[in-house]
């Protein structure tokens, strides 16, 4: 039975070798979309899961006339924030040092010449809310 079912395919790919063509192309097509969508879509759920508090977690953005995005605030906007709305419970600012501010840049090391930012800086309640799971 199976190799009339190859019989039948091979004498239609000769027949019609370009219909066939498009055929094959746009199946290829399509399933190299779906495996690209699956990925994406697994990847995306993935981000972030390692959060015990996950679902009351916010990120805030600002965005700009010309339609940029940015994570960077003025300080006063998490305890504006709080103050305005009350579904907020907590806010933590998080700032990362860059290596052009002075005084935030260690050297590792005399012979190897590394340098290393060493300075995050964040609010006292960051570690009540931004937690693990401990599946790590």
């Known amino acids: 039975m199976f190799l009339n079912y190859l019989k ?6 000769r027949k019609s070798r370009v219909f066939s063509l498009i055929n094959m192309a746009g199946l290829a097509l399509g399933i190299a979309t779906f495996a690209f969508i699956l990925e994406y879509v697994a990847y995306e759920r993935s981000v ?3 959060h015990k508090n996950l679902p009351t977690l916010y990120r805030m953005l600002t965005q700009t006339k010309e339609g940029d995005i940015w994570s960077d605030m003025a300080p006063a906007i998490g305890t504006l924030t709080k103050r305005e709305f ?8 998080e700032r ?9 840049i260690v050297t590792i090391g005399i ?3 590394l340098s290393a930012v060493v300075q995050n800086l964040s609010d006292s309640g ?3 809310y931004i937690t693990t799971n401990n599946r790590l």
Do not use: M, Q, W
Not at 8 to 13: D, E, G, H, M, S
Not at 86 to 93: D, I, L, Y
């Open 86 to 93: 009350p579904e907020v419970t907590e806010f933590c600012r």
């Open 48 to 50: 972030n899961t390692f």
């Open 8 to 13: 039948i395919a091979l004498r239609t790919l």
């Open 111 to 113: 012979e190897t010449g």
């Open 126 to 128: 960051h570690r009540t």
């Open 96 to 104: 990362k040092s860059r290596p052009d501010e002075p005084g935030k």
